[in-house]
């Protein structure tokens, strides 16, 4: 017969064509079912989200209780909605912080990796793949901690509060990008580390404890080699100060910190065995 008479097999006539998505697209969608799939992502974020609510309770109070105190020299005035979501990023970040760096060292710790890397043989797509995934939720969880930590000031700032649509919106946006970047730096480091008890620690070094150790004896010199440091940077940007740069240049700085940790990253899944 010949392949222009020659009739469709009925066992595979009505079978469905395969998907015609990339491997890109199927490794993005393999990490964000494993993402969803462990319980830790769901307890990491439960967590990310009573913290927030506590840390913005808790400064919200303050600010009320400085202006309602005996002592009117130091009261501050009305504060911005916004302004105390930025300020409870110190402290909740590293909620978010910890869903990127599980997100590798998980894999580490319980040799899944393998696995990932036999379906899928590109480390350089899994690294990839992982850091698309993470930097999507972590900025949708960002949305969502600012959305609350705004609601939660707000009640309890009453008179003493500020929220302007735009201005808390820029805010919020702003602290859901930095929490983004932030998740996937932690996720670069992990994928070096392998560790999460070190990778947290490296993390708290470099957000807040070299920093501060250098500003602290006030030297210029030793202050601006702090502002190159990602956590100093994203709270340049977050506060949109225009000293010692203007805050374009904090987010990418703190962007730069985040590319630098992938391509370490990258370095080491292909030098190391998982």
């Known amino acids: 017969m010949s392949a222009q008479t020659r009739t ?6 009505d079978r469905p064509a395969p998907p015609t998505t990339g491997p890109l697209a199927g490794a993005v969608a393999a990490e964000w079912t494993k993402l969803w799939s462990v319980r830790s992502t769901w307890w990491t974020m439960l967590a990310a989200v009573l913290l ?10 303050y600010a009320v209780n ?20 930025i300020d409870s990023l110190e402290l909740t970040q590293y909620a978010v ?11 580490f710790g319980t040799g899944t990796l393998r696995t990932t890397l036999r ?10 793949a992982k850091a698309a995934v993470t930097g999507a939720v972590t900025y949708a969880l960002g949305l969502l901690l600012g959305g ?14 500020e929220a302007p649509l735009g201005g808390t919106a820029r805010d919020v946006a702003a602290s859901a990008a930095y929490l983004a970047l932030v998740g996937v730096l932690a996720l670069g480091l992990g994928a070096v580390l392998r560790s999460p008890v070190l990778t947290v620690i490296v993390l708290l070094a470099l957000l807040m404890i070299v920093p501060l150790s250098l500003q602290e004896p006030g030297i210029t010199a030793l202050t601006r080699i702090a502002d190159g440091f990602p956590g100093v940077a994203g709270a340049h940007f977050l506060a949109g100060d225009t000293d010692p740069y203007p805050p374009v240049v904090g987010l990418l700085l703190l962007a730069g910190w985040t590319a630098a940790a992938l391509v370490a990253a990258r370095a080491a899944l292909r030098h190391r065995d998982a």
């Open 8 to 13: 469709a097999d009925p066992r595979t006539a």
């Open 52 to 61: 927030t609510a506590v840390t913005n309770l808790q400064l919200a109070i």
């Open 66 to 85: 400085a202006n309602t105190n005996d002592d009117p020299a130091d009261d501050p005035g009305t504060v911005t909605v916004g302004s105390v979501v």
């Open 97 to 107: 912080l910890a869903l990127g760096l599980l997100a590798m060292t998980a894999e």
């Open 119 to 128: 379906c899928t043989p590109s480390r350089g797509r899994v690294l990839l």
């Open 148 to 161: 609350v930590g705004a609601l939660v000031a707000a009640v309890v700032l009453g008179e003493w509060g």
